[in-house]
C-alpha cells in the first residue's frame, strides 16, 4: 500500500476547490480517471454514505488504467455544522481515519477536501496525527479573512487575469476590489461579467462602476478602501449607503483613524528599514531603543496584523504622504472629539472630516 492521500482545508468553497482541484489533476496525469464524491450533505445518512463511497472507490480499479484519483470534494461534516455533531458521523469519520493508517493501493490518489475543520474535535487531532506520521499530507489553506496568511483580493483577482491572460490597470483593480470585498467567488465570477461587458477589452472605471454588483454587507470595507484610495467620490457615497443602513458615526471615525494610523506606522517602519515589505517583519537586529517603541505600539502594532491587512496598506502608501498622513489624522481626532461632544449633526460632522482629509492629501 503505497498510494498518496492528500487532506486539504479551507473555510472559503472557491479556494478550497480550486486548490484541491489542482492537486486532483496532478495527481491524475495523463490516461488516470478522477472519480468525485460529494461531501456537501445535509443529513447523517448521507454523510456514511459519502465516506463509505469514497474508500470503496479508492480500491475499485478502473479497468482501462491503472491508476485511479479518487477526490471527495466539499466535506463539511468535519466542521462545525449541525451533521458534524452526530454522533453516527463522529464515529463513521474515526473508523474512515483508522482506513487511512493502512494506506491505499499503489497508484492512487485520494484527494480530501474539508470546507475549514473544527479544530477541537478527534476527527481533526487525528488527520494532524497521520500527516505528522507521514500517513497523508495535510495543506490548511487560509480563508479570506483568516487573520494569519489570508489571500488578498487583488491576489485573487491578479492571479485570475493571468489565467484569462487579460490585464487590468492599477487603479481599475482597486476600483474593482473595493466593490466586492474578500469574496473569492463574487470576484472570479464579477471578472469574468466584466470582461463579457468590455468585449473583451481592457476595462476602466467607468466599465467597473457600470456592471460590477457592490456588495452591501461589506459596504463598510468599500468605504474604507475608498478612503485609503483618496477616492473622494466613492467616498461619500459609500458613507451615505452607510448612513442608510444605520452605521454608527462613532465606529466609523474609529475605523478611519486606525486605518491611517497603520498607514502612519507601516510608512515609518519601511522608511527607516525597520520592516520588509517582502515579509511584513520587523527586523530582529533592531536597535534597543527601536525594539522598545515596537513593542509598546498595543493594538496600532501593524507587525501583528495579518499578511492580507497589510499587503492593503501596502497598496495605498503611495497615495499619502507623511504629512498629509498626520494632516488626515488630526482631521479625524477632532471629528470624533466633535461626534462625542456637541450637539451638531453627526454625519455632516464626519462626511465633511472625510472631504477635508481627502482634499488635504491632494494638495
Request: with cysteine; charged share 25%.
Amino acid at each position: 500500500m503505497g498510494g498518496k492521500i492528500h487532506v486539504l482545508s479551507c473555510s472559503d468553497d472557491f479556494l478550497l476547490a480550486s486548490a484541491a482541484k489542482a492537486v486532483a489533476d496532478s495527481c491524475a496525469g495523463s490516461g488516470i480517471s478522477v472519480e468525485t464524491i460529494d461531501g456537501f450533505v445535509e443529513n447523517s445518512d448521507a454523510a456514511v454514505r459519502a465516506l463509505n463511497s469514497a474508500w470503496e472507490s479508492v480500491f475499485q480499479q478502473d479497468f482501462f488504467s491503472s491508476g485511479k484519483v479518487v477526490y471527495l470534494k466539499n466535506v463539511k461534516f468535519f466542521g462545525t455544522d449541525r451533521t458534524s455533531s452526530s454522533e453516527t458521523v463522529k464515529e463513521a469519520a474515526l473508523q474512515f481515519i483508522e482506513r487511512l493508517k493502512t494506506g491505499i493501493p499503489e497508484e492512487t490518489a485520494l484527494v480530501i477536501g474539508v470546507l475549514g475543520f473544527n479544530k477541537t474535535t478527534r476527527i481533526y487531532s487525528g488527520i494532524k496525527a497521520l500527516a505528522s506520521s507521514g500517513h497523508l499530507s495535510l495543506e490548511e489553506i487560509p480563508g479570506p479573512s483568516d487573520r494569519k496568511g489570508g489571500v488578498s483580493p487583488a491576489a485573487i483577482v491578479t492571479s485570475h487575469l493571468q489565467t484569462m491572460s487579460k490585464k487590468m490597470s492599477p487603479a481599475v483593480l482597486r476600483s474593482f476590489t473595493a466593490r466586492i470585498g474578500s469574496r473569492p467567488r463574487a470576484l472570479i465570477n464579477e471578472l469574468e461579467k466584466l470582461f463579457v461587458y468590455t468585449a473583451g477589452k481592457e476595462p476602466s472605471v467607468v466599465d467597473v462602476e457600470a456592471v460590477v454588483t457592490r456588495y452591501i454587507d461589506d459596504e463598510p470595507w468599500f468605504f474604507l478602501e475608498a478612503f485609503c484610495s483618496r477616492d473622494l467620490r466613492a467616498s461619500v457615497e459609500a458613507l451615505h449607503d452607510l448612513y442608510d443602513m444605520k452605521v454608527s458615526t462613532v465606529f466609523l471615525v474609529m475605523q478611519l483613524e486606525n486605518r491611517v494610523n497603520d498607514m502612519l506606522l507601516l510608512q515609518n517602519a519601511v522608511e527607516r528599514g525597520q520592516m520588509s515589505l517582502s515579509t511584513f517583519k520587523w527586523r530582529s537586529d533592531l536597535p534597543p531603543e527601536d525594539a522598545e517603541n515596537v513593542s509598546v505600539l498595543g493594538k496600532f502594532n501593524v507587525a501583528q496584523k495579518s499578511p492580507f491587512v497589510l499587503r492593503g496598506l501596502k497598496e495605498h502608501l503611495p497615495q499619502w504622504s507623511r504629512r498629509s498622513l498626520r494632516r488626515a489624522r488630526a482631521v479625524l481626532i477632532e471629528a470624533h472629539e466633535r461626534i462625542v461632544s456637541v450637539t451638531a449633526d453627526d454625519r455632516v460632522i464626519l462626511e465633511s472630516a472625510v472631504i477635508d482629509a481627502i482634499s488635504s492629501a491632494a494638495g
